[in-house]
């Protein structure tokens, strides 16, 4: 990742209120881009995007509102986009799986119609490692496998990658005839913590509102099951290294893994036990009568191709990870600034990376 590259650069980033966005939103600011976002208001109280009360123009539409997107987009005169927003939550899928298919498949349609409108020169879309048809095998899943899904939100980012695809192949050069120059990118990532996340039904928000709380606890549905678990910056800069790569040259425009090493998988209750140990306090419980919806087992992915092809590596081990997430929100429950924490992980995480390099 070259920080040099994004100074004064035009970056629309959609779902900047979301956690994931609002991270990117950060990053991107404090490397000196114009930022623009676009996406609903923030959905939970608190919420990142709110306590970082960055100086960035945004734009509240939904995806589904093509001319709201359309408008946005051209008006930011973006020369990267980063398609972010999403209904990311695989159990409020069950609830709402019409709203779940729309937002993430044809708002994904909406946006990169929008660009065609534009001077964009790159866009990153990003949807999920759970696109692919999981077969609970053992072995990690490569770009190439078949694109499937069982729950409803699976399968909607199974189907957003085969929308991505047939935009690229149809609208965008150097696959269509005449197409618009912009190079269109896909990013499948796996499960994600970080400070200031409080989204419903999600590993970290749970033990950090549990054991937080006056309940002083935690309860697991699927203590069992295993997950690339990574830092919230690790996959963002795989997304700010493959945009560089669009960028300069041919060839990038293609999906994307970005995960942990194998070493650091982890099931949930592990995740759980290493953050419970992290804040001090707090404990974990099993619940066993839950609803039984369907969720995958075993899930990894297999990141070869973004590290041989953009030399992209996790920086963090698993301990880095959950010490990095329970201090974000040990501080921020003490008192301290969201946006100076968030600046601070930041500036540390890059000097690991220059370290590494």
């Known amino acids: 990742m070259n920080p040099d ?21 950060a990053w991107l600011h404090q ?51 980063f398609h972010l927003a999403a209904q990311s ?25 929008a660009v065609r409108a534009t001077s964009a020169r790159v866009v990153v879309c990003a949807t999920s490692d759970k696109c692919y048809d999981n077969t ?17 939100y699976s399968a909607s980012k199974g189907a957003a990658e085969i929308a991505i695809a047939s935009m690229r192949h149809s609208f965008f050069a150097p696959y269509a005839e005449v197409g618009h120059p912009a190079r ?33 606890e935690v309860t697991l549905r699927s203590p069992g099951s295993v997950r690339p678990w990574q830092f919230v910056l690790e996959p963002l800069r795989g997304y700010l290294m493959l945009a560089e790569a669009m960028w300069a040259a041919e060839g990038f425009d293609e999906g994307w893994n970005f995960g942990p ?26 619940d066993k009568t839950g609803a039984d919806l369907h969720e995958a087992n075993v899930l990894r992915l297999d990141c070869t191709k973004a590290n041989t092809a953009l030399g992209w590596h996790p920086a963090l081990t698993f301990e880095d990870c959950t010490a990095m997430t329970a201090d974000w929100y040990g501080r921020w429950s003490r008192g301290e600034a969201a946006r100076d924490l968030c600046s601070e ?11 590494a390099s």
């Open 345 to 355: 992980q930041i500036a540390t995480y890059q000097s690991m990376c220059e370290a």
């Open 89 to 113: 939550l695989v159990r409020h899928s069950y609830r709402d799986p019409a709203g779940t298919f729309a937002t993430n498949v044809v708002g994904t349609v909406n946006v990169l119609n």
């Open 136 to 152: 609970e095998q053992i072995w990690a899943y490569r770009e190439g496998d078949p694109m499937g899904g069982w729950d409803p």
């Open 184 to 216: 269109i990118g896909a990013v499948r990532a796996g499960n994600v913590i970080g400070g200031g996340d409080w989204a419903e039904d999600r590993l970290i928000p749970d033990i950090v509102r549990g054991c937080l709380g006056e309940a002083g």
């Open 31 to 81: 490397l000196g881009a114009a930022v623009t976002g676009l996406a609903l208001a923030p959905a939970t109280e608190p919420n990142l995007w709110a306590l970082l009360k960055l100086p960035i123009t945004s734009h509240y539409v939904d995806m589904n509102d093509a001319s709201g997107v359309s408008e946005a987009l051209g008006s930011s005169m973006c020369q990267i986009v």
């Open 261 to 286: 090493e194998r070493r650091d998988e982890r099931e949930v209750a592990a995740v759980a036990d290493a953050v419970v140990a992290a804040l001090g306090q707090g404990r974990v419980v099993v």
């Open 5 to 25: 590259f994004w100074r004064g650069k035009r970056v629309l980033i959609t779902g900047h209120t979301g956690f994931k966005g609002a991270w990117l939103a």
